[in-house]
C-alpha cells in the first residue's frame, strides 16, 4: 500500500546528506515523498561566485534538482531566513525573518498545513539536539514536533547522528542533551548513486575560495566501499520506540 513520506529539513542539501537514500528509496517504491525546507540556506559557505548570484535563489535551484534526482514528488519552501551557525543572530533581512526568531506554533501551523494535505503517514525530522546543535536544527525539532502533534501525524522518525559527529560540528560551549535510541536502519545502498547526485547537485555547497576542498565535495568523491560504510545506512529513532521498517 502506497504510503506518503514527507521530509522537515532546515536547509538545502540537508535532505540529501542526512535522508537522501530513505527518500529515492521511498520513491522508487511507489511512495509519495514531500520535502519541505525551513530557510533559504542563504549563509551557507561558498565562493564569491556564487554568493554574488545570491545564494538563496541559487540554493533554491539545487534543492529543487536534488529533489528530481531523488525521485520527490513536492518540494515546498517555507521561507525563512537562514540563521547561520554562529554566537551572534543577524538581524532579519528585509521581508524576511530568521528561522529561530519564528513562534514556533506559527511555523507547526504552516508545516501542520502540509502534513494535513498530504495525508503524511510518516514526518521525518530532527531529534532534541538538532543532530549537532545547528540553531535552525533545533528550531525543526521544536517545530516538527509541534506539527506532527497538530496534524496527528501517525509515525515521527527523529534522524540519527552519530553522536561522534555531533560532538565534532556541535557550536562551541553548547551541551548536547540525551538522544533517543536509534530503532530504524534503512538501508540505503542500491540507492547511493541518486544519493551522491543530489548531494553533489549542491553546487554552491562544494564550492570555496580556499585551495581546500569542502567536505561534502570530499565525501562524495570517496571511493565506493567507503561510500558504502559511511553513507549506505539512514539511521533513525522511532519516537514510539518501534522497529518497523520505514518502507
Same mark, same amino acid.
Not at 59 to 74: C, N, Q, Y
Not at 155 to 171: D, N
Given at each position: 500500500?502506497?504510503?506518503?513520506?514527507?521530509?522537515?529539513?532546515?536547509?538545502?542539501?540537508?535532505?540529501?546528506?542526512?535522508?537522501?537514500?530513505?527518500?529515492?528509496?521511498?520513491?522508487?517504491?511507489?511512495? &509519495?515523498?514531500?520535502?519541505?525546507?525551513?530557510?533559504?540556506?542563504?549563509?551557507?559557505?561558498?565562493?564569491?561566485?556564487?554568493?554574488?548570484?545570491?545564494?538563496?535563489?541559487?540554493?533554491?535551484?539545487?534543492?529543487?534538482?536534488?529533489?528530481?534526482?531523488?525521485?520527490?514528488?513536492?518540494?515546498?519552501?517555507?521561507?525563512?531566513?537562514?540563521?547561520?551557525?554562529?554566537?551572534?543572530?543577524?538581524?532579519?533581512?528585509?521581508?524576511?525573518?530568521?528561522?529561530?526568531?519564528?513562534?514556533?506554533?506559527?511555523?507547526?501551523?504552516?508545516?501542520?498545513?502540509?502534513?494535513?494535505?498530504? *495525508?503524511?503517514?510518516?514526518?521525518?525530522?530532527?531529534?532534541?539536539?538538532?543532530?549537532?546543535?545547528?540553531?535552525?536544527?533545533?528550531?525543526?525539532?521544536?517545530?516538527?514536533?509541534?506539527?506532527?502533534?497538530?496534524?496527528?501525524?501517525?509515525?515521527?522518525?527523529?534522524?540519527?547522528?552519530?553522536?561522534?559527529?555531533?560532538?565534532?560540528?556541535?557550536?562551541?560551549?553548547?551541551?548536547?542533551? +540525551?538522544?533517543? +535510541?536509534?530503532?530504524?536502519?534503512?538501508?540505503?545502498?542500491?540507492?547511493?548513486?541518486?544519493?551522491?547526485?543530489?548531494? &553533489?547537485?549542491?553546487? *554552491?555547497?562544494?564550492?570555496?575560495?580556499?585551495?581546500?576542498?569542502?567536505?561534502?565535495?570530499?565525501?562524495?568523491?570517496? +571511493?565506493?566501499?567507503?561510500?558504502?560504510?559511511?553513507?549506505?545506512?539512514?539511521?533513525?529513532?522511532?519516537?514510539?520506540?518501534?522497529?518497523?521498517?520505514?518502507?
Amino acid at each position: 500500500m502506497p504510503l506518503t513520506l514527507l521530509a522537515f529539513h532546515a536547509h538545502p542539501d540537508d535532505e540529501a546528506i542526512l535522508t537522501g537514500g530513505t527518500l529515492a528509496r521511498a520513491a522508487a517504491a511507489g511512495h &509519495r515523498v514531500v520535502l519541505v525546507t525551513a530557510t533559504d540556506g542563504a549563509l551557507g559557505l561558498t565562493s564569491s561566485r556564487y554568493a554574488a548570484q545570491g545564494l538563496a535563489s541559487v540554493r533554491a535551484a539545487e534543492v529543487r534538482e536534488s529533489a528530481r534526482l531523488l525521485g520527490v514528488s513536492r518540494v515546498e519552501q517555507l521561507g525563512y531566513a537562514d540563521s547561520g551557525l554562529g554566537p551572534v543572530t543577524f538581524d532579519d533581512p528585509p521581508g524576511q525573518v530568521r528561522f529561530v526568531r519564528v513562534p514556533v506554533a506559527e511555523a507547526a501551523e504552516r508545516l501542520a498545513a502540509i502534513l494535513r494535505e498530504e *495525508s503524511v503517514d510518516t514526518l521525518l525530522t530532527y531529534d532534541v539536539n538538532g543532530g549537532y546543535g545547528h540553531p535552525d536544527h533545533l528550531q525543526i525539532h521544536r517545530v516538527g514536533a509541534a506539527a506532527a502533534q497538530l496534524a496527528q501525524t501517525p509515525r515521527v522518525l527523529e534522524v540519527a547522528v552519530s553522536q561522534r559527529v555531533a560532538r565534532l560540528m556541535k557550536p562551541r560551549g553548547l551541551a548536547l542533551a +540525551p538522544v533517543r +535510541p536509534v530503532t530504524v536502519e534503512v538501508d540505503v545502498r542500491e540507492q547511493l548513486d541518486a544519493k551522491v547526485a543530489a548531494m &553533489r547537485a549542491h553546487e *554552491s555547497q562544494l564550492a570555496s575560495d580556499s585551495a581546500l576542498p569542502r567536505n561534502i565535495d570530499l565525501l562524495t568523491r570517496l +571511493p565506493r566501499p567507503a561510500l558504502e560504510r559511511l553513507l549506505g545506512r539512514e539511521r533513525f529513532a522511532d519516537l514510539s520506540g518501534s522497529s518497523d521498517p520505514v518502507l
